[in-house]
């Protein structure tokens, strides 16, 4: 696939998080994939990928995610985005730079890099800290 076909699948993918379908979700992933949701533990291979959608689904709700940039180097896709979730009744907003490695139009690893101070400040409605 070209840059152009991988970022588009990538878009694919982000909209089909939204939705958060544990299956769809899986299928995007080979099966020895790698997702690194940085700062918790890589989870290793697609049953363990479908597995901890299916429970951080049930803990908070995607919104439309925003894609600030979205570029592509052969089978490496980067993206800035800003995450938006709902958890409980609480909108939580999360900046986040992705990378998606492919291998014959699946993705093999994905690293997304974000603060998780920042995510728990809003569960809790404080700001986070200044430097």
């Known amino acids: 696939?070209?840059?152009?076909?991988?970022?588009?699948?990538?878009?694919?993918?982000?909209?089909?998080?939204?939705?958060?379908?544990?299956?769809?979700?899986?299928?995007?992933?080979?099966?020895?994939?790698?997702?690194?949701?940085?700062?918790?533990?890589?989870?290793?291979?697609?049953?363990?990928?479908?597995?901890?959608?299916?429970?951080?689904?049930?803990?908070?709700v995607a919104l439309p995610w925003e894609v600030l940039h979205i570029v592509?180097?052969?089978?490496?896709?980067?993206?800035?985005?800003?995450?938006?979730?709902?958890?409980?009744d609480k909108r939580v907003s999360v900046p986040c730079m992705g990378v998606f490695e492919l291998r014959d139009g699946k993705i093999a690893a994905w690293r997304d890099y974000w603060d998780l101070q920042q995510f728990e400040s809003q569960l809790i409605g404080t700001p986070p800290a200044k430097e």
């Open 72 to 88: 592509a180097d052969g089978d490496v896709v980067m993206t800035e985005r800003v995450d938006h979730f709902l958890v409980g």
């Open 1 to 60: 696939m070209d840059a152009a076909e991988n970022i588009a699948l990538i878009r694919k993918f982000i909209e089909a998080c939204v939705r958060a379908d544990p299956e769809e979700f899986a299928s995007y992933f080979i099966e020895e994939a790698t997702w690194w949701n940085s700062p918790w533990k890589p989870i290793k291979g697609r049953e363990a990928i479908r597995e901890t959608l299916r429970r951080g689904a049930q803990q908070m």
